[in-house]
């Protein structure tokens, strides 16, 4: 992908899954990373996987504190920034819990807009950068026991749209993945009868990998995106169409 080589990259949640997988893709592509995610045990295998261009952050991305570390690297420029750190609390909605509505809405949408509004202070200076958002294919179409992430998934993608129309003139491209099905460790623990179901949903009869969600962040980060702004771009394999 041309010119990603020359690009400061932060990814919230980058220790796991599919932002585990974008950090290796814009590692490959010669990107120099800031790695963002909870204290976490994965810290050294983290810098044995890129042992050089990368900074590796603990932070929580709904803490003061995590906010604060976090905004110090915008601070000293951003090219790219993925908010991918997301979480899932799940629970039909009359038994879902306060609890249970806030820790999502905090770490999938609020994180998301102050982290934004971060970056599009810093951008707005450089005239550059790109912000990319992960969504999920429920926001279209909703998902049992998820009234909290769906909510925040649909709030993502009004964010990035409203985001994209107003920091357009200042160089800014705003952009949304929704990702569906995809074979993270998590999914693939799953019952295979659950698994068979979730392939048959998309046409193309197979789950996603990380790698493919990292593949569309890389593309959207790219120049080759460079006249794609506010848009929610669906890797699942077809699986929205129904
Ligand atoms: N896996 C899928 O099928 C799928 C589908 C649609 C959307 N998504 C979205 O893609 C993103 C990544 O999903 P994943 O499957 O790789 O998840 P994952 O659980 O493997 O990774 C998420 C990472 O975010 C980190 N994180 C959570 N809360 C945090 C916080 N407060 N501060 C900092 N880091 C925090 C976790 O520690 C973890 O490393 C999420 O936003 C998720 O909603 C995933």
Not at 68 to 96: L, Y
Not at 158 to 169: D, F, N, Q, R, Y
Not at 184 to 208: F, H, N, Y
Not at 212 to 219: C, G, K, P, Q, S
């Amino acid at each position: 992908m041309k010119d990603l080589n020359t690009k400061k990259v932060i990814i919230t949640g980058a220790a796991s899954g599919i932002g585990r997988a974008t950090a290796e893709r814009f590692y490959k592509e010669g990107s120099t990373l800031v790695l963002i995610d909870m204290p976490t045990e994965q810290e050294s295998e983290l810098k044995a996987m890129f042992p050089e261009r990368m900074t590796y952050i603990q932070a929580n991305v709904t803490s003061p504190q995590g906010l604060e570390a976090i905004q110090a690297e915008i601070n000293s420029g951003v090219d790219v920034f993925i908010n991918n750190a997301g979480i899932t609390r799940d629970a039909t909605v009359h038994k879902m819990t306060d609890e249970q509505w806030d820790q999502v809405i905090a770490v999938n949408l609020t994180a998301v807009f102050k982290l934004s509004r971060m970056c599009a202070v810093k951008m707005k200076e450089q005239k550059s950068g790109v912000i990319l958002n992960a969504a999920s294919v429920v926001a279209h179409y909703g998902n049992f026991g998820q009234a909290n992430y769906t909510s925040t998934k649909a709030g993502v993608i009004a964010m990035t749209k409203t985001m994209a129309k107003e920091l357009g003139k200042d160089g800014i491209r705003v952009n949304a993945v929704a990702p569906g099905f995809i074979g993270t460790p998590m999914v693939r623990k799953m019952p295979e009868k659950v698994i068979t179901m979730m392939e048959g949903k998309a046409p193309l009869r197979r789950l996603g990998e990380p790698e493919d969600i990292a593949a569309a962040y890389a593309f959207l980060a790219s120049e080759d995106a460079s006249f794609i702004t506010g848009t929610c771009m669906n890797v699942d394999g077809g699986v929205v169409l129904g």
